[in-house]
Structure formats: structure tokens, C-alpha cells
């Protein structure tokens, strides 16, 4: 079975462009996590989903970035517009749920914003 | 404030030595800890994890332990090799729900 699968790997963009991410998580996983990782830091939630409910968005910088999950499956985040600080790794997990469970992370999507 | 701390300095040991990892936290009451591994380039990939009424877990050469009165959790790989070398990051569940908050991370490095 295929893990999380996140595009794309890489993204360079211009400062005041858009830009979006993609995330396909594990079949069946009702939790799914946006992290932002900087360089030599460990992942930052930006957002967690249950099913297609964002249940703790708290972290999202919400005037330039927004995140969805339609039906509660595939996710997409997006900035609008990027700054030279937006330059880190997008990680995207999923789990089954509960503290007991392992999270499952993508690859991530590493980001250069000039 | 809340907060996960590991050790900011990468730790160096020499292959066949028993590497321990420290981490920290603060203003949390998790239920669960878990530790994961990341390699340059790729996601974290799960490795442990421990309960609050649990003292130490074993895996293989890994073995975890959570102290909830010092708020601490070790994590320890025995008999290291030049392939453990990664950056090995605790995360706590916290909130009572499904949120998985996770540490600044140690860069291992194992030396022949």
C-alpha cells in the first residue's frame, strides 16, 4: 500500500506568488497534519484534520495561508501571497487516530521562496 | 509556555556504544510519547512509543523511557551503527485529542 504522498518535492516561487501543496494520505486514515519544518528545527503543526473538519487550526498564519480537505480525504495547502520567511519543508501526516497510533509522514514538499 | 526540548548540539558516539537522546518538556500532561526518526530529505518515521503509565519500552537495540515527575523520556539505542546516524525527534499527545506536538530534535552521528 502506498504511504502519504505529497506534491511536489520541490517548489521555487518568486516572494508575492501563490502557491500550493498537495497531500494524499493513508486510505482510511481520518486524521491528517500540516507541518511547516524550518532547517535544524523539528515540524511545526500548522493544522490538523478529522475527516474534512479542521479541528485545530491555531498555527495557521491565516492571512496568507488556507489549508482544505474535501470530502476528508485529499488536502491541499496553499499561500497567498509567499514570503522569503515561507522558505521550509511542508510535511504532510496522517494517522488512524489516537494517541496510541503512529503518525505517517510524506516526503514534503521543500519549498525556496527568492 | 509549552515546550519540547532535545538537545540542540549533534551527539558524536563512537560505533558499538549505547547512545541516549534527552527529552524535556514543560506545561504538558501527555498521555503518550513517541519517538521518531528523519533522514536529510525525508519525513519522520515512527519508531516508539511509550504511555504515561509506563517506565520503559523496548524495541530491538531501542529502548524508551518516560519519568511523567521529571517530565522527562531517554531514549536509548544500543550497539550503534553508522546506519543509526539521523535526527531523532520526541513528540507528545497533548490536548486530550489527536494532537501530535514534536521536539526541536538531536542529530546523531555514529563513527566508525
Known amino acids: 500500500e502506498a504511504g502519504v504522498v505529497q506534491s511536489p518535492r520541490y517548489k521555487i516561487i518568486e516572494k508575492k506568488q501563490p502557491v500550493a501543496f498537495w497531500c494524499n494520505p493513508i486510505s482510511g486514515h481520518n486524521t491528517l497534519y500540516w507541518y511547516r519544518q524550518n532547517l535544524g528545527q523539528g515540524p511545526e503543526l500548522l493544522i490538523r484534520y478529522e475527516n474534512e473538519e479542521a479541528v485545530d487550526d491555531s498555527q495557521l498564519p491565516k492571512d496568507r495561508f488556507s489549508a482544505e480537505r474535501l470530502k476528508g480525504v485529499d488536502s491541499t495547502l496553499k499561500i497567498q501571497p509567499a514570503e522569503l520567511g515561507d522558505s521550509a519543508v511542508y510535511l504532510c501526516?496522517?494517522?488512524?487516530?489516537?494517541?496510541?497510533?503512529?503518525?505517517?509522514f510524506g516526503q514534503g514538499t521543500r519549498l525556496t521562496v527568492v | 509556555s509549552q515546550k519540547i526540548e532535545q538537545n540542540s548540539e549533534a551527539l558524536n558516539i563512537q560505533e558499538g556504544k549505547t547512545a541516549t537522546l534527552t527529552c524535556n518538556y514543560t506545561?504538558?500532561?501527555?498521555?503518550?510519547l513517541q519517538w521518531y526518526r528523519q533522514d536529510p530529505g525525508r519525513g519522520p518515521v515512527f519508531l516508539l512509543l511509550?504511555?504515561?503509565?509506563?517506565k520503559e519500552k523496548r524495541k530491538e537495540r531501542l529502548k524508551v523511557t518516560f519519568d511523567t515527575t521529571l517530565k522527562q523520556s531517554l531514549f536509548h539505542i544500543t550497539a550503534s551503527q553508522p546506519a543509526d546516524s539521523a535526527t531523532y525527534l520526541c513528540a507528545l499527545y497533548t490536548g486530550g485529542g489527536n494532537k501530535l506536538t514534536f521536539g526541536t530534535g538531536t542529530q546523531l552521528k555514529v563513527e566508525l
Open positions: 506545561n504538558y500532561s501527555p498521555a503518550y
Open positions: 511509550i504511555r504515561e503509565n509506563e
Open positions: 501526516a496522517s494517522s488512524s487516530g489516537g494517541g496510541n497510533t503512529e503518525a505517517f
